[in-house]
């Protein structure tokens, strides 16, 4: 069996995939077994939206299988807040981050000799102050 913090990132993951316009942010406190569950934007955790029924699912799952930890899903304006984040589910970002990373052209050698610094003899910091 995987563990609690494992559980959980799965299946935020799972959600991010079927619902692509939500953001959820976990943090696991580990030391009073709390996981806490952020929903964004805010009308996707109101009653009747379309995670509602989700969230019901990841509730009764978790209990049965982690019946000594807690588990707190909230929006993002709630009082509680996420402070340390664990994990963000969002297909959203990860779609970005895919094509950042496509993107991204490994410098090789040492950056600071690739640095150009020309351009700052040409700044005037007189007009700055």
Known sequence: MSSSKEFVIKRI???????????????????????????????????????????????????????DETILVISSDDIIEVESLTHVACRLLKKWALKIKENVTPVKGNVAEKFDDSYLSEIDYSKAA
């Open 13 to 67: 993951d799972e959600i991010a995939e079927a619902l692509p316009q939500i953001q959820l942010r976990y943090e696991h406190r580990e030391v009073h077994g709390e996981h806490i569950i952020e929903v964004s934007p805010k009308y996707l955790y109101e009653d009747d939206s379309e995670f509602e029924e989700h969230e019901i699912s990841l509730y009764k799952d978790f209990i049965d299988l982690f019946p």
